[in-house]
Nanobody, 115 residues
C-alpha cells in the first residue's frame, strides 16, 4: 500500500520558518519527489521538486527562500521554508513519481502565515 505522510505544517508569523517532511512508503522505485501547494480558490501549483540524482527545481515564488532536499535511503523529502509570507498560506502536498511514471500524492499539511 502506497502512503505519503506529510508533517511539519502549522501557524507561523511572517518572516518565520517551517520545515515540511514527507515520508513515502510502498513505492518500489521513486524518481522525482516534490512539493505542491493549493491556496483557497486557487489551483494546485508546483513549489519545488527534486529528482533522484539530486537536481532541484523551484517555482519563482520559492527561489531564494525555500530549499528542497531528500533522503533516498528513507524515501523522505523535505522542504525548508524561510522568510515566509502571508501569501505562502496554503495546503502543501507531497508528490512522488515512480520510475514507471506513476504519481502518488499525500493528503496535505496546512501552512498558515500570519501578518
Amino acid at each position: 500500500q502506497v502512503q505519503l505522510v506529510e508533517s511539519g505544517g502549522g501557524l507561523v508569523q511572517a518572516g518565520g520558518s517551517l520545515r515540511l517532511s514527507c515520508a513515502a512508503s510502498g513505492i518500489f522505485s521513486i524518481n522525482a519527489m516534490g512539493w505542491y501547494r493549493q491556496a483557497p480558490g486557487n489551483e494546485r501549483e508546483l513549489v519545488a521538486g527534486i529528482r533522484s540524482g539530486g537536481s532541484t527545481y523551484y517555482a519563482d515564488s520559492a527561489k531564494g527562500r525555500f530549499t528542497i532536499s531528500r533522503d533516498n535511503a528513507r524515501n523522505t523529502v523535505y522542504l525548508q521554508m524561510n522568510s515566509l509570507k502571508p501569501e505562502d498560506t496554503a495546503v502543501y502536498y507531497c508528490k512522488s513519481t515512480s520510475t514507471r511514471g506513476m504519481d502518488y500524492w499525500g493528503k496535505g499539511t496546512l501552512v498558515t502565515v500570519s501578518s
